[in-house]
């Protein structure tokens, strides 16, 4: 008896030594406070969204600077920044993060390492535009009138705001809370391409869902010269669109184009599927002019050449109305030069070439006057009509075809020529490219 009440004992000091130490475990688990939430926590919802590291592109544009005797290249060298972050505490070292939308609204946002620092920014920052106080969710907040920016900062971050709903998201950035990380930002941070690039912007917006794609990804590379912008697109479903193995017909290039495109494109899945958001996309754009969009990829073979540059001038015939000596209404036909913008398109035909170009003059998309010809309301044309292309020029001289296999093109930009290309196609991926002289960039009011 007294055996079995020792052994009792002890398994009674067993179990609360135990429990005991259960206790010391939890304890600090079920009492200790809430952790905050990360800066990735705050970031709020936007069209487009993207991850920057302040020093590296500094290290990475100082060349660029130095080449083009930049006048405040000084300022934006690494070296600088660092101490100018330290100096009112910004930590620079840290990536940063920004949002935007197509209606002109951003934000940014930067850790802080020395939240007490800021406030002597901020004045130094008043010797050179006006700074307003303002109190949004019982917060003070610096408000630029003359650039509508915002910033409001914590312990933490920094965050600079341009747009109207400020209140909104700042409620956001508030009172975000540990793991309430954006379904945008999940997703965008999950993503393995460009990892480590030091820009970086990713899409997901209604827009490109519409079109089937699923996102954009996009990052950059600077040399002395030129700005290159890389891009990868997702889709949503097969592409049913490849890139032909073998150089295609297409026109010549010449000196002087402002715009150029060139496809070459395997379109023979793509043209059977006719419920893919890329095609009801196009077909709801040829709707608005009654344009024969199952005529047009039923009957083409997949290239497409468009050059355009200059100026050509044509003879025009005029009609006016006119009296005459005894007051009668007569028609006066006259013919006078007129400046065109000189282009030429090329389009690559199948044996339903026939069915497309009887099409288009039906549904009155080409008309024709005298020997010429004109598609909606472009100028009088030239026009090359064969059973494997059609070709449209506004010059007297057809333009030379050649061979080509590149999918790529030319654009000018407010006077910037951005050259693009794609470099792949693969059953869910796009991978391609941008391109344009940095010194527009560096002359930003060339470019926007």
Not at 394 to 407: E, L, N, Q, T, Y
Request: aromatic letters at 12%; proline letters at 5%; charged letters at 25%.
């Amino acid at each position: 008896m007294r055996t079995e009440g020792i052994g009792n004992k002890i398994f009674l000091i067993v179990m609360l030594c135990a429990a005991l130490g259960l206790f010391l475990y939890i304890r600090p688990r079920l009492f200790s406070p809430t952790p905050p939430p990360t800066l990735l926590d705050r970031l709020p919802e936007s069209d487009i969204l993207g991850k920057f590291d302040v020093l590296d592109l500094a290290r990475e544009t100082h060349a660029m600077m130095y080449y083009h005797k930049v006048p405040f290249r000084d300022l934006v060298s690494p070296e600088f920044l660092l101490s100018q972050g330290k100096n009112y505490g910004i930590d620079l070292q840290k990536p940063g993060y920004f949002f935007a939308n197509d209606k002109g609204e951003w934000g940014a946002f930067l850790h802080v390492i020395d939240s007490s620092k800021i406030q002597s920014g901020i004045l130094r920052l008043n010797d050179f535009t006006d700074i307003r106080d303002t109190v949004i969710h019982k917060r003070r907040v610096s408000f630029l009138p003359e650039q509508n920016l915002y910033l409001y900062w914590d312990k933490t971050y920094i965050f600079v705001y341009h747009g109207t709903h400020m209140k909104r998201r700042m409620g956001r950035v508030m009172y975000a809370e540990r793991g309430e990380v954006a379904p945008s930002w999940k997703k965008f941070e999950s993503l393995k391409m460009f990892k480590g690039e030091k820009l970086v912007v990713f899409s997901s917006s209604k827009k490109l869902q519409k079109l089937g794609i699923d996102y954009g990804l996009f990052s950059h590379d600077t040399d002395s010269v030129s700005f290159k912008l890389k891009t990868y697109v997702k889709s949503l479903q097969p592409l049913l669109l490849k890139l032909k193995p073998a150089p295609s017909m297409a026109l010549e290039s010449q000196q002087g184009m402002d715009r150029s495109l060139n496809l070459h494109l395997d379109i023979t899945e793509f043209r059977k599927n006719k419920q893919h958001p890329l095609y009801k996309w196009i077909s709801e754009m040829g709707r608005k002019v009654g344009f024969p969009t199952d005529a047009f990829f039923e009957a083409w073979d997949g290239d497409l050449s468009f050059q355009q540059g200059g100026t050509q001038m044509v003879k025009e015939e005029i009609i006016e109305t006119q009296y005459d000596e005894e007051f009668n209404l007569t028609e006066v036909r006259t013919t006078k030069l007129v400046p065109v913008p000189g282009f030429s398109i090329l389009i690559s035909l199948n044996q339903n070439g026939n069915k497309l170009v009887n099409s288009l003059f039906a549904k009155g998309i080409v008309t024709r006057q005298d020997r010429k010809y004109r598609f909606l309301f472009s100028p009088p044309l030239h026009m090359t009509i064969l059973p494997d292309y059609i070709c449209a020029y506004s010059a007297d001289r057809k333009p030379v075809i050649g061979k080509d296999a590149s999918c790529s093109g030319l654009w000018h930009y407010n006077g910037t020529p951005v050259a693009f290309r794609i470099d792949s196609l693969k059953d869910r991926e796009v991978f391609g490219s941008m391109e344009f002289p940095v010194n527009r960039l560096i002359r930003k009011s060339k470019f926007f």
